[in-house]
């Protein structure tokens, strides 16, 4: 986003900034570069700090319903200490390591609806403000990757995917908030459950895979969630037949083997002014085999998520509207407060 706008703490005539980020999309636990691009504005001032914050969008659910908003969920100093003059153009390199839970926001280059952004900051002499937001792109692991691949090649659809607000209980989930990517059963499961949640939870040696599923309830007997969690080596993707894995997973979860409770799920109360209300992007995605990139990806077209550009593609185009309506509302209260 070229030098989207002045950094309205510092005044007009401040300096600009916009952070390019290289390459198309990073892994989890891997490396984002670039560059923020600096110029000054109308005098010379002192960069105190250049930092960079990750945001997600996030839904949380308390007691008044459900909301959505904006979480940070890391920063980084990446450069400061130095005069910047007027007019003058600086560029300053970086490279930071994500979070290993940093969720996947495509696959094969088709969006899943999940939105992340990457927000650059400057300290300027005792002034900071938010001066460029850029969309950052998360494509899967070659774990993950070979999970995703064996649930297409199961027949399992896929339905939405989405970021929640808490922690689950029993795992070594780091972040604030875990991915969902919700699944609806092929034919030979659909008698025992109406939908599967998957969540990933990756780690430098590893992988969590935690399964919930919506039971169908009989005659006698209510519907229930029932939950299972297994763990898989990065160094297991070539060697493992992930069809035959997968299955057991979902055999296992269907017929109630939990490897913990259903309570194990604990949802943290969100703080209002991290979570600002707003629209979320949902709907009734179509069958995971069907290949939007059949052409290109051969058998991993047939993946879940392939199909997902369809029905959320707009959230990608949202990004601007969703983290900067928050700055503004940020803003805004600043200058009421300046104002009193």
Same mark, same amino acid.
């Given at each position: 986003?070229?030098?989207?706008?002045?950094?309205?703490?510092?005044?007009?005539?401040?300096?600009?900034?916009?952070?390019?980020?290289?390459?198309?999309?990073?892994?989890?636990?891997?490396?984002? !570069?670039?560059?923020? +691009?600096?110029?000054?504005?109308?005098?010379?001032?002192?960069?105190?700090?250049?930092?960079?914050? $990750?945001?997600?969008? *996030?839904?949380?659910?308390?007691?008044? #319903?459900? !909301?959505?908003?904006?979480? %940070?969920?890391? +920063?980084?100093?990446?450069?400061? #200490? =130095?005069?910047?003059?007027?007019?003058?153009?600086?560029? *300053?390199?970086?490279?930071?390591?994500?979070?290993?839970?940093?969720?996947?926001?495509?696959?094969?280059?088709?969006?899943?609806?999940?939105?992340?952004?990457?927000?650059?900051?400057?300290?300027?002499?005792?002034?900071?403000?938010?001066?460029? $937001?850029?969309?950052?792109?998360?494509?899967? $692991?070659?774990?993950?990757?070979?999970?995703? @691949?064996?649930?297409?090649?199961?027949? =399992? &659809?896929?339905?939405? %995917?989405?970021?929640?607000?808490?922690?689950?209980?029993?795992?070594?989930?780091?972040?604030? =908030?875990?991915?969902?990517? @919700?699944?609806?059963?092929?034919? +030979?499961?659909?008698?025992?459950?109406?939908?599967?949640?998957?969540? =990933?939870?990756?780690?430098?040696?590893?992988?969590?895979?935690?399964?919930?599923?919506?039971?169908?309830?009989?005659?006698?007997?209510?519907?229930?969630?029932?939950?299972?969690?297994?763990?898989?080596?990065?160094?297991?993707?070539?060697?493992?037949?992930?069809?035959?894995?997968?299955? #057991?997973?979902?055999?296992?979860?269907?017929?109630?083997?939990?490897?913990?409770?259903?309570?194990?799920?604990?949802?943290? %109360?969100?703080?209002?002014?991290? $979570?600002? &209300?707003?629209?979320?992007?949902?709907?009734?995605?179509?069958? *995971?085999?069907?290949?939007?990139?059949?052409?290109?990806? &051969?058998?991993?077209?047939?993946?879940?998520?392939?199909?997902? &550009?369809?029905?959320?593609?707009?959230?990608?185009?949202?990004?601007?509207?969703?983290?900067?309506?928050?700055?503004?509302?940020?803003?805004?209260?600043?200058?009421?407060?300046?104002?009193?």
């Amino acid at each position: 986003m070229v030098f989207k706008r002045l950094l309205g703490a510092i005044g007009v005539g401040g300096p600009s900034v916009d952070t390019v980020l290289d390459g198309e999309a990073v892994l989890p636990g891997g490396a984002l !570069s670039g560059q923020v +691009r600096l110029r000054g504005g109308g005098a010379a001032v002192e960069i105190e700090e250049i930092c960079l914050e $990750l945001l997600a969008r *996030v839904e949380a659910e308390h007691e008044e #319903g459900e !909301s959505e908003g904006a979480v %940070a969920f890391d +920063r980084y100093v990446v450069g400061g #200490g =130095f005069r910047l003059g007027a007019d003058e153009e600086r560029s *300053v390199p970086f490279s930071v390591t994500v979070p290993w839970e940093t969720p996947v926001t495509e696959l094969y280059g088709q969006p899943l609806g999940v939105v992340l952004g990457v927000r650059t900051e400057l300290a300027v002499a005792d002034a900071r403000d938010r001066g460029d $937001l850029d969309l950052l792109t998360v494509r899967p $692991l070659p774990v993950q990757e070979a999970v995703l @691949e064996a649930l297409g090649q199961l027949a =399992f &659809g896929f339905r939405s %995917a989405d970021l929640e607000h808490g922690r689950i209980g029993g795992t070594g989930q780091r972040l604030p =908030f875990y991915q969902e990517i @919700e699944l609806t059963p092929p034919p +030979r499961y659909a008698h025992a459950v109406t939908e599967i949640e998957l969540t =990933f939870l990756a780690t430098v040696s590893g992988l969590e895979v935690v399964l919930e599923a919506d039971k169908r309830g009989g005659p006698l007997t209510p519907g229930h969630d029932a939950l299972t969690r297994f763990t898989v080596r990065h160094e297991d993707v070539p060697v493992l037949d992930w069809n035959r894995e997968v299955d #057991g997973w979902i055999r296992r979860l269907t017929e109630h083997r939990e490897a913990y409770d259903a309570q194990a799920y604990v949802h943290s %109360a969100p703080h209002a002014d991290h $979570l600002a &209300g707003h629209l979320a992007v949902h709907g009734s995605g179509p069958s *995971v085999g069907t290949a939007v990139a059949a052409g290109a990806a &051969g058998a991993a077209g047939a993946a879940v998520g392939v199909a997902v &550009g369809m029905v959320a593609a707009e959230a990608v185009d949202e990004i601007g509207d969703f983290f900067e309506g928050e700055e503004e509302d940020e803003a805004e209260e600043s200058e009421e407060v300046q104002e009193d």
